[in-house]
């Protein structure tokens, strides 16, 4: 299973980006999707989810702000963060994630990760 993040840069406080994850390999129909982010000298920290069934979870500092969605295509499946409004306190390295059962804000619930992209957003 490989998870490839896309889609991170630098913007302005106020801007918009969207967050792309290309998930290749993975062959069950259920699965729970997440985005995670890690700035420096903080932990790591759920930011939004989505299950099978497309329920949607986000943390209380995005809620708003930041919608989480999921494409199937064929084999693959994409999850998108389209994320609005951005504030200085966004800037971190934004990681997916996916797990086969298990869904929560809880990183070690989640066995597949990308190798994150880097969102800076400046005031």
């Known amino acids: 299973v490989q998870l490839v993040e896309s889609g991170g840069d630098s913007v302005q406080a106020g801007g918009s980006l969207t967050l792309s994850c290309a998930v290749s390999g993975y062959v069950y129909d259920t699965s729970c999707m997440a985005w995670f982010r890690q700035a420096p000298g903080h932990e790591r920290e759920g930011v939004a989810r989505?299950?099978?069934?497309?329920?949607?979870?986000?943390t209380d500092s995005v809620k708003g702000r930041f919608t989480i969605s999921k494409a199937k295509g064929g084999t693959t499946t994409t999850l998108y963060l389209q994320m609005d409004m951005l504030k200085p306190e966004d800037t971190a390295t934004y990681y997916c994630?996916?797990?086969?059962?298990?869904?929560?804000?809880?990183?070690?619930?989640?066995?597949?990760w990308g190798q994150g992209t880097q969102v800076t957003v400046s005031s």
């Open positions: 994630a996916l797990d086969r059962f298990r869904c929560s804000f809880a990183g070690s619930d989640f066995t597949y």
């Open positions: 989505v299950s099978t069934a497309g329920y949607t979870r986000y």
